[in-house]
């Protein structure tokens, strides 16, 4: 018996054996260029910039305004460790920053909060994409740690420029709600994207439609599905976690905003075990489809094969080498014998078609 080959795949896992706890180590495959964007704001005040060095965005600790500084490009370990030295970020907190495989989470320390979540969205070619995004809450800013450019903040990024809303009368921690929002926000995106995908291939499964592809696409909504299950469920844990926290750098008024954001969540995650469910159903539909059409023409073959068995059977009779056969010898004798197999065919058609087998 031969052993199949084992694929290829990339174990980031690896990358990590040996080293010391809170070593620094890249696992992502995305390189891009270090890109650092700033907005400071309060009531009266706004300034955007994009930083060409880390050390332009220290002063930002110290200032009486809010300020999200946003860092994309984490395989930049080393301007990534002086973020974290200057805003006394435990090595354990920046190993996890630049650890994309990191499942969501929150850890509490005295002078932050470090959260981690993934970042979904649908391409030009409706495939999602899953980035690694980290928050760091301090006092008065919050980091952000993106792996390559392009995210879900474009619309922040526009409140906070035309101060639509309350953004820039609070403070850093619905600063932090608003991130989080906007990413939960694009789940719903892309649930509902997936929502059309499903019915598109009920409808197909629906007109009898059995091509190959159809697997393939159930195959991928499963993979799909499963990817945002990772992604989300962890998120529950998280936003009760701030909801119950005691923590000075989150406003009691701002938790109000917090439990509309685990609402969502809910109702997110509620919309995903349905899909779920709807996409084995798809599998089972397509499996029972398949079936049904083997079983049709196995009914069609069956069908012929038993019509041909008593005209076989005369034909085998009246083949035989015999010499004393006397209907041989009769003058009609072959008009006969087809009168008699049309009478039979006809006869089982006419049988056939009472039984509703045809």
């Given amino acids: 018996m031969s052993k199949r080959k084992p694929k290829n795949r990339t174990q980031n896992y690896k990358k990590q054996l040996g080293q010391v706890p809170g070593a620094l180590v890249y696992t992502g495959n995305k390189t891009s260029n270090l890109f650092i964007e700033s907005f400071d704001y309060n009531s009266s005040h706004f300034k955007e910039q994009e930083l060409k060095t880390v050390e332009e965005a220290f002063h930002f600790k110290t200032t009486d305004s809010v300020t999200w500084i946003n860092i994309n490009g984490l395989n930049h370990i080393a301007e990534i460790e002086k973020v974290g030295n200057h805003y006394n970020l435990h090595p354990l907190v920046l ?100 929502g059309n995908k499903i019915e598109d291939l009920e409808d197909h499964l629906f007109e009898g439609e059995t091509k190959e592809e159809i697997t393939t696409d159930i195959q991928s909504l499963k993979r799909e599905i499963l990817k945002i299950r990772r992604a989300i469920f962890p998120l529950r844990e998280i936003i009760s976690r701030i909801d119950k926290s005691e923590n000075k750098l989150i406003d009691p008024k701002t938790l109000h905003y917090f439990g509309d954001v685990y609402d969502h969540i809910i ?63 009769y003058k009609y004798s072959y008009h006969i014998l087809w009168a008699v197999m049309i009478v039979i065919f006809l006869g089982m058609l006419y049988y056939f078609k009472r039984k509703k087998w045809l």
């Fill in 95 to 194: 190993e996890d920053i630049v650890n994309t495989g990191q499942r969501p989470k929150i850890d509490d320390y005295e002078e932050y909060l470090f959260i981690v979540l993934k970042m979904m969205y649908y391409d030009s070619e409706e495939k999602i994409v899953s980035e690694q995004v980290c928050f760091v809450l301090g006092h008065n800013y919050v980091l952000s740690f993106q792996e390559s450019e392009g995210d879900v903040f474009d619309a922040l990024r526009e409140r906070i420029r035309q101060s639509k809303g309350r953004i820039r009368s609070l403070g850093s921690d619905y600063l932090l709600y608003a991130l989080i929002d906007s990413v939960v926000d694009h789940y719903y995106a892309i649930i509902e994207t997936m």
């Fill in 267 to 329: 109702q997110v995650s509620d919309t995903i075990d349905i899909y779920r469910e709807m996409i084995w159903g798809l599998m089972d539909m397509y499996m029972t489809t398949i079936s049904n059409r083997m079983n049709e023409v196995m009914k069609v073959l069956t069908i012929i094969a038993t019509i041909f068995i008593p005209l076989t059977f005369i034909a085998g009779i009246y083949g035989m080498n015999f010499d004393n056969i006397p209907e041989l010898h």
